[in-house]
Nanobody, 121 residues
Framework: QVQLVESGGGLVQAGGSLRLSCAAS????????MGWYRQAPGKQRELVAS???????NYADSVEGRFTISRDNAKNTAVLQMNSLKPEDTAVYYC???????????????WGQGTQVTVSS
């Protein structure tokens, strides 16, 4: 089992910045992907950004150039730095982790409890 704990959400004005952190604990294998998803009211959960344990990143088009994901493999932590925030970024943000076996996903998705990000106009 893997436990994920997020922190850092809150209320910010448009154009501002927020930093989300995720700490993972439990049975974590070395080859994994950590990422951030978000879900706005009435919408499906969507990928925001992810990063493999080898450093490969993937961003949603809507956040490319504004958000940056980073991670510390030794500490099993991931950070999402969000700049130039827009009202449409308002959502509950969830940390996610899954393991890999070669190029394939192995095992379940693990999720944090979510943290609210609200961007006012």
């Amino acid at each position: 089992q893997v436990q994920l704990v997020e922190s850092g959400g809150g209320l910010v004005q448009a154009g501002g910045s927020l930093r989300l952190s995720c700490a993972a604990s439990g049975s974590i294998f070395s080859v994994n992907v950590m990422g951030w998803y978000r879900q706005a009211p009435g919408k499906q959960r969507e990928l925001v950004a992810s990063m493999t344990s080898s450093g490969r990143t993937n961003y949603a088009d809507s956040v490319e150039g504004r958000f940056t994901i980073s991670r510390d493999n030794a500490k099993n932590t991931a950070v999402l730095q969000m700049n130039s925030l827009k009202p449409e970024d308002t959502a509950v943000y969830y940390c996610n982790l899954y393991h890999m076996s070669g190029w394939l996903k192995s095992g379940p998705d693990y999720w944090g409890q979510g943290t609210q990000v609200t961007v006012s106009s």
